[in-house]
């Protein structure tokens, strides 16, 4: 898998001075890429009792869809608050630079549904802690955690232990 780093564009100094982005758009349109990617966290989470595919805006909502296409389970998203029309529940949580919220249906989860949450990026890991706490808020279990990077320097990964975490890239730094 480490051959997808090539289709991923690095651009220093953003969004801030200091910061190496990794952007997927490049990934994206690489037709054998987006499908290597998608195989790559299909092969890591089938066979493992998943029902839904739980996406996290924005980028999230990029992979899960197809993600779920390719297990045969259904797709659900958690989104930013006041984006879902029907009656929801949320999480607030914290970020280095203060707060952010996010938000699901509250008939998106039943009792005992295996839930895969999948996301782009696994930085500090503060995202998918929170959505772990929506679905088990929701008496869902949360089968796994998958992402297509992991930047290990941050040690998100800390923050998920006890879930099945899952990155098809690692970045050192």
Known sequence: ?????????EVPDFPKPGILFYDITT???DRHGLRRTIDGLKGHYSGKGVDLVLGIEA???IFAPALAYALDVGFIPVRK?????????????????GTDTL?????AVVKGCRVLI?????????????????????GGV??????VIELTFLGGREKLNGYDV??????DK
């Not at 608050?81 to 630079?97: C, F, I, N």
């Not at 999948?118 to 929701?138: C, H, N, S």
């Not at 899952?166 to 970045?171: N, R, T």
């Open 1 to 9: 898998m480490n051959s997808l780093k090539q289709l991923i564009r």
């Open 27 to 29: 990934l994206l349109k």
């Open 59 to 61: 980028r999230g909502f």
């Open 81 to 97: 608050p006041k984006k879902l029309p029907a009656e929801r529940t949320w999480v607030t949580y914290e970020l280095e630079y």
């Open 103 to 107: 938000e699901i249906h509250t008939d």
């Open 118 to 138: 999948v996301d782009d990026l696994l930085a500090t890991g503060g995202t998918a802690k929170a959505a772990t706490q929506l679905v088990e808020e929701l």
């Open 142 to 147: 949360v089968a796994g955690i998958g992402f």
């Open 166 to 171: 899952f990155s098809l890239l690692q970045y």
